[in-house]
């Protein structure tokens, strides 16, 4: 089942680094951003990996939890949190269960050959557990302002 804005998240489980296990229902009631990203380690991925980091007492400020997930395991996922200083978790998809879900798996052509990849990619999900939003093939500049904007939005009053 594919996620669609506006409505709930399809059931879904996995673990993060410090051995969190986030599911549909584990943060209900809460904002929660997912972001998508290729690779640890790649430049792209470092740029976007700090970007959140140097913003993320600002996205819990606004009442926002916020995870990185992509099909690296936990041991790349562990030094990369550390090499970082990243204060939030990351979520190892080794299986590509939720990249499926989420459809963030794409091909791309790498050095002239076809490989399957991440499209990067961030979700906004609302404290009732809907999608509110979704950002696809995304550039890193300006864009962790961009969902930061999107999640104190969503606290304002209607």
Same mark, same amino acid.
């Given at each position: 089942?594919?996620?669609?804005?506006?409505? *709930?998240?399809?059931? +879904? /489980?996995?673990? @993060?680094?410090?051995?969190i #296990?986030?599911?549909?229902?584990?943060?209900?009631? $809460?904002?929660?951003?997912?972001?998508?990203?290729?690779?640890?380690?790649?430049?792209?991925?470092?740029?976007?990996?700090?970007?959140?980091?140097?913003?993320?007492?600002?996205?819990?400020?606004?009442?926002?939890?916020?995870?990185?997930?992509?099909?690296?395991?936990?041991?790349?996922?562990?030094?990369?949190?550390?090499k *970082?200083?990243?204060? +939030? /978790?990351?979520? @190892?998809?080794?299986?590509? #269960?939720?990249?499926?879900?989420?459809?963030?798996? $794409?091909?791309?052509?790498?050095?002239?050959?076809?490989?399957?990849?991440?499209?990067?990619?961030?979700f906004?999900?609302g404290?009732?557990?809907?999608?509110?939003?979704?950002?696809?093939?995304?550039?890193?500049?300006?864009?962790?302002?961009?969902?930061?904007?999107?999640?104190?939005?969503?606290?304002?009053?209607a």
């Amino acid at each position: 089942m594919a996620v669609v804005v506006n409505k *709930l998240l399809p059931e +879904f /489980e996995a673990v @993060a680094t410090g051995g969190i #296990k986030v599911s549909n229902q584990t943060h209900m009631g $809460k904002v929660v951003v997912l972001y998508f990203y290729p690779k640890d380690n790649t430049p792209g991925c470092t740029t976007e990996a700090m970007q959140f980091r140097d913003h993320y007492q600002d996205f819990v400020d606004a009442g926002a939890t916020l995870f990185g997930v992509s099909r690296d395991n936990m041991k790349s996922h562990d030094e990369f949190k550390t090499k *970082l200083e990243l204060p +939030f /978790e990351l979520i @190892a998809d080794t299986e590509e #269960k939720m990249c499926h879900m989420f459809g963030v798996v $794409k091909n791309k052509i790498m050095y002239g050959k076809k490989v399957k990849g991440i499209e990067r990619s961030t979700f906004l999900i609302g404290a009732d557990g809907m999608l509110k939003e979704e950002w696809r093939g995304l550039k890193v500049p300006g864009h962790v302002e961009d969902v930061l904007n999107a999640v104190k939005a969503l606290q304002e009053p209607a």
